[in-house]
């Protein structure tokens, strides 16, 4: 079960893992965890704070620009 807290910008995530051993027999493990998202403009405030500049912005692994549609933010940065 997940659900958001769009205001924290939290995501809370559970995950159920079955796992079948070589006996056969079924281990199932549980675990929850919170994401916190962020956006470009928020992401470039904290490198620059934090003594870096950004290089570059994708929106994927294949180089896509980055753009609201995309499903990636991924930041290239360098030290100031």
Known sequence: TNHADLA???LFVSVTY???Q???A???FASEFTL???YQPELDLLL???GFAPVAW???YDGSPYASESPLLIAVAQRS
């Open 22 to 24: 070589q006996d056969g």
């Open 18 to 20: 079955d796992v079948t």
């Open 8 to 10: 924290l910008q939290h």
């Open 36 to 38: 916190r998202w962020m």
């Open 48 to 50: 620059q704070r934090a």
């Open 58 to 60: 994708y929106g994927d």
């Open 26 to 28: 079924l281990r199932r």
